[in-house]
């Protein structure tokens, strides 16, 4: 990979990179992600941004959404997804300071407050944001210009692939069960379809805080994986089954304090009916939809909550890399691919059968 000075000192028509591209909408997305050697370099970096020379970046279920296409949202094909990336400084916006930032290795926390939320407000609600590889263009290229804010600094000894992985997934898992469920050592924590990276993320971060672990899956092997990493009891269930008496005979009828659910449809009611009393169910995410039947009754008796989240804050992600710089937290990689396998990188993910992150190396 060339420094971005060669890109730079060259005439307009000669500058390109070499991307990740979506070209058309489609299910399934991985027929039409090309790896391109023509893509427009980004332009030098304005006030407040920074450019990136990209190591590694890593795939989330986000980037098969944009691949689908977003509800709601109008998307421009052909276009670059993805939201975790990890990367070297090699160029600065005129206001910022080179040596603070030029060959600094980063990772990008791609939720980009829009309205920030009025001080006075408490407790304030969660702005509404941008995210970096949905609404706007997204990571899986040699070179990205990044907001300067929106980045945190990864140790040397942490591999690039790895810190790619982190990013998204640890973030979420972490607002979620910390900030969100407000969840608290030695809690029981149910976890819906283990494998995923947010599942895995919030399996990591219940284990560093001494809680009791439930994680469900249709795979065999893939619970086998999950006990491996800290998992304290499994439910293996079909399509349909409501296994929330199983839930219920594991913890003596009680239930579980929290439930981190981002299968969403198909697996809400079974997590509201595993919550003991004044438990608390959070999703970040519907895989299977949004349209799921409820039971408010239960709800209201119970004195349950059930809270949205998205993402999450550079307080949240700063607080989450602090970990994974001090090796307290680390990803779980399913697979790594070249940058020129992108298309058969999005197969592995759009089959469902990986366990942790699918992870795209820049540097071959």
């Known amino acids: 990979m060339l420094p971005l000075t060669h890109y ?24 039409s992600v090309q790896f391109v ?31 689908r296409g977003v509800p709601g949202t109008s998307l421009q094909y052909p276009r670059i997804s993805g939201s975790d990336v990890c990367g070297i400084i090699q160029a600065v916006g005129p206001n910022l300071d080179e040596e603070k930032y030029l060959g600094k290795r980063v990772i990008l926390n791609a939720a980009v407050p829009v309205d920030p939320s009025p001080s006075f407000q408490t407790p304030p609600p969660r702005p509404r944001l941008s995210v970096i590889g949905e609404q706007t263009s997204g990571v899986h290229c040699e070179f990205l210009n990044l907001p300067a804010s929106q980045v945190a600094i990864i140790e040397d000894h942490v591999p690039a692939t790895a810190a790619a992985a982190f990013g998204l997934s640890f973030l979420t898992a972490w607002s979620c069960l ?28 219940a284990k560093l805080l001494g809680c009791r672990v439930i994680a469900t899956s249709r795979s065999t092997s893939k619970l086998d994986k999950a006990k491996e ?15 929330s008496r199983e839930v219920r005979a594991l913890t003596s009828k009680r239930g579980v304090d929290v439930a981190i659910d981002s299968i969403g449809k198909t697996t809400h009611l079974m997590c509201l009916k595993s919550l003991a009393n004044g438990g608390t169910y959070v999703t970040p995410g519907c895989t299977t939809g949004p349209d799921a039947v409820t039971d408010l009754a239960r709800v209201f008796w119970n004195q349950l ?27 779980v990689i399913d697979s790594t691919y070249p940058a020129s396998d992108g298309k058969v990188a999005f197969k592995r993910l759009e089959s469902g059968d990986h366990f942790g992150k699918v992870a795209i190396d820049w540097t071959e």
């Open 8 to 31: 730079y000192s060259h005439s307009k028509a000669q500058i390109a990179m070499k991307a990740l591209v979506i070209q058309k909408q489609g299910i399934p997305v991985h027929p």
């Open 37 to 67: 050697h023509d893509w427009p370099e980004p332009e030098p970096p304005t006030a407040n941004q920074i450019t990136i020379q990209v190591q590694a970046t890593a795939l989330n279920h986000l980037d098969l959404w944009v691949g």
């Open 178 to 205: 910390v900030t969100r469920a407000e969840l608290k050592p030695g809690r029981t924590i149910l976890i819906t379809g283990i494998g995923g990276g947010v599942a895995l993320s919030a399996l990591m971060i």
């Open 229 to 243: 990493l800290g998992v304290d009891e499994t439910i293996l269930h079909t399509k349909g089954q409501d296994w």
């Open 305 to 331: 909550r059930i809270i949205g989240s998205t993402m999450g804050d550079m307080s949240e992600f700063r607080q989450v890399v602090a970990l994974l710089n001090s090796a307290k937290l680390d990803p």
